[in-house]
């Protein structure tokens, strides 16, 4: 089993408006270029173990480039849809400022962030980032789902 660790990106956008392509229809190329990486993980690679539950079990520094230029905020949910017990939530963040690039590793698992973000429970549930746990076929997928939302976070 190819195992996945999925990060999903997301604007979260003031006044439920999306805002990649205006009050109406996004834009989708603005939206597409979106790119997230890591110097933690590599794709198709064992994850590593300090990211993991069996480890110190911390977050993975994350960077990202090419945001719309209307982006409001950042949403983050990292998830792992092949964990046995369905769809697992390791990692909910909200309300990252527009101008945030990325992340450090082990980001502090309090309910308020740096720049006023704030972290959502996971699906253990407890605030912060979950790492998974490691197994021997366990491996690594970054995927950059950008999607506007089209509702208010709050």
């Known amino acids: 089993m190819n195992a996945r660790l999925n990060?999903?990106?997301?604007?979260?956008?003031?006044?439920?408006?999306?805002?990649?392509?205006g009050a109406g229809q996004p834009n989708l190329k603005n939206v597409m270029n979106l790119?997230?990486?890591?110097t933690a993980f590599v794709e198709?690679?064992?994850?590593p173990a300090k990211y993991s539950c069996e480890g110190r079990d911390i977050s993975p520094p994350l960077q990202w480039m090419n945001a719309?230029?209307?982006?409001?905020?950042?949403?983050?949910?990292?998830?792992?849809?092949?964990?046995?017990?369905?769809?697992?939530v390791h990692w909910v963040l909200y309300d990252l400022p527009a101008?945030?690039?990325?992340?450090?590793?082990?980001?502090?698992?309090?309910?308020?962030?740096?720049?006023?973000?704030?972290?959502?429970?996971?699906?253990?549930?407890?605030?912060?980032?979950?790492?998974?746990v490691r197994h021997?076929?366990?491996r690594i997928a970054i995927s950059s789902n950008f999607t506007p939302s089209t509702r208010c976070l709050t």
Request: with cysteine.
């Open 44 to 47: 198709g690679q064992p994850i």
């Open 68 to 88: 719309p230029a209307n982006t409001k905020s950042f949403v983050l949910i990292m998830d792992d849809p092949d964990a046995p017990v369905g769809t697992w």
């Open 7 to 21: 990060v999903l990106f997301a604007t979260a956008m003031l006044g439920c408006l999306i805002t990649a392509g």
């Open 35 to 38: 790119q997230i990486t890591s």
């Open 136 to 138: 021997p076929a366990s």
């Open 99 to 132: 101008n945030t690039t990325g992340l450090p590793e082990d980001v502090a698992k309090t309910q308020f962030v740096a720049g006023n973000a704030k972290q959502g429970l996971n699906s253990w549930p407890r605030l912060g980032y979950a790492g998974r």
